[in-house]
């Protein structure tokens, strides 16, 4: 049988990665010059994946860069535990000897470094001159940087703010800059993380280039859903994921899984299998919002069922109007959900109107509220009366009421779907079997 082509589970290895061109041109400028990138984006925008491919000897033949110059370290913060910046140090350095079965001298130095209780930047510096030396230089793949930007019991703001001094020092200011790239993921923008900056200094940041992972336009779904070669779901897959990479991804799994096997399942078994699968990563997505960024969703998921129960049964249920207003005043966190993948927008009448990326976030949206109950709503009081006025708070609530006691009157699951249900294979053998 054909292997699936469609990687659910773990990054995608870098000969099946698709697209980010520019993305991954840009990472390579910034190592040429021995200058430093800081990737960022929402859960499962491929950011895992995104190093790996950096990390592959083919993409730097494709780049018309010299591999072999190139020690490649690469690792995440978060199995760094606790994270200090020592442990962080450490797991370079025990990284780097791996990486250098070949240089005993090295290696030893390597050794000596990490008999110190304490590791610093200091002893990598001196190993980067020593790289320096042989022609090489040191390529920091670091993946879930973000851990390195909140504190733990034993990694206070102090520590922290001298932590990013000195990478800063290493990349920046030290003679052994020349012999580093330094290549960083996070879920969020480096300046909306870490520390209170010094009005008086400049930010620990600026070293970085900043290049955001979004979803994915029309020209790389075209070239993921090649491997599928079922071209007119291509709209119907577009809506259904809006280009976010994850869902794109366990869609096609899906779809060829089934469909190889010419046993191409009914709508609503791959609707449920796609929703049992997405479970997690909309987990992530939701603990990572803010309560405002959540209070947003919320508002966003009702007013959509409003329209499609209007469209139904065009008694009135609750009342959702003055969203446009409640949207309008707090902009910028939702340009932060777009910026993660979980909301997009159009504009009709010089207006912004947003609406969820997939249609089944805005479905797990509206389950959480249906969970919710009186002592939730008494606890969230606060954060509603700071969005939204009394008037609107009570619309609100009231909102969620008719939820709990009106389960059986929510859209069955396949009328979420739309035109992905309505464009659906009836019947069909994936092409080539």
Same mark, same amino acid.
């Given at each position: 049988?054909?292997?699936?082509?469609?990687?659910?589970?773990?990054?995608?290895?870098?000969?099946?990665?698709?697209?980010?061109?520019?993305?991954?041109?840009?990472?390579?400028?910034?190592?040429?010059?021995?200058?430093?990138?800081?990737?960022?984006?929402?859960?499962?925008?491929?950011?895992?994946?995104?190093?790996?491919?950096?990390?592959?000897?083919?993409?730097?033949?494709?780049?018309?860069?010299?591999?072999?110059?190139?020690?490649?370290?690469?690792?995440?913060?978060?199995?760094?535990?606790?994270?200090?910046?020592?442990?962080?140090?450490? @797991?370079?350095?025990?990284?780097?000897?791996?990486?250098?079965?070949?240089?005993?001298?090295?290696?030893?130095?390597?050794?000596?470094?990490? !008999?110190?209780?304490?590791?610093?930047?200091?002893?990598?510096?001196?190993?980067?001159?020593?790289?320096?030396?042989?022609?090489?230089?040191?390529?920091?793949?670091?993946?879930?940087?973000?851990?390195?930007?909140?504190?733990?019991?034993?990694?206070?703001?102090?520590?922290?703010?001298?932590?990013?001094?000195?990478?800063?020092?290493?990349?920046?200011?030290?003679?052994?800059?020349?012999?580093?790239?330094?290549? /960083?993921?996070?879920?969020?923008?480096?300046?909306?993380?870490?520390?209170?900056?010094?009005?008086?200094?400049?930010?620990?940041?600026?070293?970085?280039?900043?290049?955001?992972?979004?979803?994915?336009?029309?020209?790389?779904?075209?070239?993921?859903?090649?491997?599928?070669?079922?071209?007119?779901?291509? @709209?119907?897959?577009?809506?259904?994921?809006?280009?976010?990479?994850?869902?794109?991804?366990?869609?096609?799994?899906?779809?060829?899984?089934?469909?190889?096997?010419?046993?191409?399942?009914?709508? *609503?078994?791959?609707?449920?299998?796609?929703? $049992?699968?997405?479970?997690?990563?909309?987990?992530?997505?939701? @603990?990572?919002?803010?309560?405002?960024?959540?209070? !947003? !969703?919320?508002?966003?998921?009702?007013?959509?069922?409003?329209?499609?129960?209007?469209?139904?049964?065009?008694?009135?249920?609750?009342?959702?109007?003055?969203?446009?207003?409640?949207?309008?005043?707090?902009?910028?966190?939702?340009?932060?959900?777009?910026?993660?993948?979980?909301?997009?927008?159009? /504009?009709?009448?010089?207006?912004?109107?947003?609406?969820?990326?997939?249609?089944?976030?805005?479905?797990?949206?509206?389950?959480?509220?249906?969970?919710?109950?009186?002592?939730?709503?008494?606890?969230?009081?606060?954060?509603?009366?700071?969005?939204?006025?009394?008037?609107?708070? *009570?619309?609100?609530?009231?909102?969620?009421?008719?939820?709990?006691?009106?389960?059986?009157?929510?859209?069955?699951?396949?009328?979420?779907?739309?035109?992905?249900?309505? $464009?659906?294979?009836?019947?069909?053998?994936?092409?080539?079997?």
């Amino acid at each position: 049988m054909q292997a699936n082509p469609f990687i659910v589970g773990k990054p995608v290895p870098p000969e099946r990665f698709v697209g980010r061109e520019s993305e991954i041109a840009a990472a390579f400028d910034q190592i040429h010059n021995r200058s430093h990138l800081a990737i960022w984006g929402g859960a499962g925008m491929g950011k895992t994946s995104f190093l790996q491919k950096l990390e592959s000897p083919q993409a730097w033949e494709d780049h018309n860069m010299d591999f072999s110059q190139a020690v490649i370290v690469r690792f995440s913060c978060e199995s760094i535990t606790p994270f200090t910046p020592s442990n962080f140090w450490g @797991e370079i350095l025990s990284l780097m000897k791996d990486k250098l079965p070949d240089e005993s001298a090295l290696q030893a130095e390597i050794d000596k470094f990490q !008999l110190a209780e304490d590791k610093t930047k200091d002893s990598l510096r001196q190993l980067l001159r020593k790289l320096g030396g042989q022609d090489k230089y040191l390529v920091l793949l670091i993946d879930d940087f973000h851990v390195a930007l909140d504190t733990n019991e034993q990694y206070d703001e102090d520590a922290m703010q001298r932590f990013l001094g000195e990478c800063r020092n290493l990349a920046v200011h030290s003679t052994e800059a020349q012999h580093l790239s330094m290549i /960083v993921t996070s879920l969020k923008r480096l300046n909306e993380l870490g520390p209170k900056l010094n009005p008086n200094a400049s930010p620990w940041y600026n070293h970085y280039l900043f290049v955001q992972l979004e979803t994915f336009k029309n020209k790389e779904i075209d070239q993921f859903l090649q491997m599928l070669r079922i071209p007119y779901l291509r @709209e119907a897959i577009k809506d259904n994921t809006g280009g976010h990479p994850y869902l794109l991804q366990i869609s096609c799994f899906l779809l060829y899984r089934d469909l190889v096997i010419a046993n191409a399942p009914t709508e *609503d078994e791959f609707v449920r299998d796609f929703e $049992a699968g997405t479970q997690q990563i909309f987990q992530n997505i939701w @603990e990572g919002c803010s309560e405002v960024e959540q209070t !947003l !969703l919320m508002l966003m998921a009702l007013s959509s069922l409003k329209g499609r129960l209007h469209t139904q049964q065009p008694q009135q249920q609750f009342d959702v109007s003055g969203i446009e207003l409640i949207f309008s005043q707090n902009e910028k966190d939702l340009i932060k959900l777009e910026e993660q993948g979980v909301v997009t927008h159009t /504009v009709n009448e010089g207006k912004k109107i947003y609406s969820f990326t997939s249609s089944t976030m805005e479905r797990w949206v509206i389950q959480v509220l249906r969970q919710t109950n009186e002592e939730w709503l008494q606890a969230r009081e606060k954060v509603f009366l700071n969005l939204m006025s009394r008037q609107q708070m *009570d619309k609100f609530t009231k909102a969620i009421k008719w939820l709990w006691d009106n389960q059986d009157k929510i859209p069955k699951i396949l009328e979420v779907f739309g035109r992905f249900v309505s $464009a659906f294979p009836k019947g069909l053998i994936f092409p080539g079997n």
